[in-house]
Each structure stands twice: as structure tokens, then as C-alpha cells.
């Protein structure tokens, strides 16, 4: 009898995550659910190539910017510092330049110190698919590959209210 009861706990347990639904966001970034998040593959910098298919298991927090957007401009500090907080968890940083060229993306991530890479998009293409109604935009992606979350323009990523948010999504909820 104990076994049973301590079969069913357990089972509610694991299915509370589960019937809570999602996390709230704080301010600026919504619950947004568009379903699967379209597949890309893009190449950085580098000439390494990044598919997000690649990402499955994980959180993917995939963040679309440009040089002359003067938001992007200003995040990108709070980006760096926010990457360098998460480097070893379950989250998937993926910044990717809408439209520009590599000696443009290189020369800005260069004169702002940024040592994180960006994919580059060179067409567009990839932009089109995710219709961000602005720049910055970022989207986070659940380890199932379903968009989950949506924030339109800059935040301060790297302040207490995102990071809490964030690593309770890796956590698992």
C-alpha cells in the first residue's frame, strides 16, 4: 500500500511542471507559442556552420540583431555578459546578423570587445522565416524545438530578473 502511494506522489510530482503550464516572463518578453520554430543553417564568422536542429535537447536563446540598429547596439554589452553566465548550462545562445556583410559584423563585434560569434544571414532568408516585427528580436526556443517565448526590442539580459528567468527554463520547467 505504501508503494502505491508513493508511486502516484511521485507520478504527480513529475506531472506538475506539466499542468503549471508556462513560466511567467518577466517584464518584456511574452509567452509566445508559434509552434515549431523553423530550421536554419547558417554559417558564422568562421566559416563554421550552425544548424539549430543541432540545439534539440537544449534551450535556444536565438537573438536577431544589426550594426546600424542603434538597440542592438546598445544590448550587445548585456549579451556578453549574459553568455559569460551561462557558458556551461543548458541554454543555446544564437545571435544572428540580419542581412550584413562579414567585414561590417566583424569590424562592430571587434569595436565593442564582444568575443561571442554571430551567425550571419546574409539574404535574409532566415529573418524572413522568423517575421521578427523588429531589431532587436529575440525568441526562445524550447529543447522540443517549439518557440516558446518572444522579446521585442533591447533588454538588459544580463540583470537579475532575466538570469532568474532564464535558468528556471534550463532548470526544466
Known sequence: MLTRILLLLSMQLLNMNTLAGPLEPPMGVRHYEAGTAPDFTLADMDGETFALESARGKWVFLHFWASWCGP????????????????????????VNTAEDEDTIFSFLAEIGMDMSSLMDRDGLVTEKYKPRGLPTTILIDPKGNVQYQAIGGREWHQPVYI??????????
Open 72 to 95: 542592438c547596439r546598445e544590448e550587445m554589452p548585456a549579451l556578453q555578459r549574459m553568455h559569460e553566465q551561462f557558458k556551461d548550462d543548458q541554454l543555446v545562445m544564437v545571435l
Open 164 to 173: 532568474e528567468f532564464l535558468r528556471q527554463l534550463t532548470a526544466g520547467h
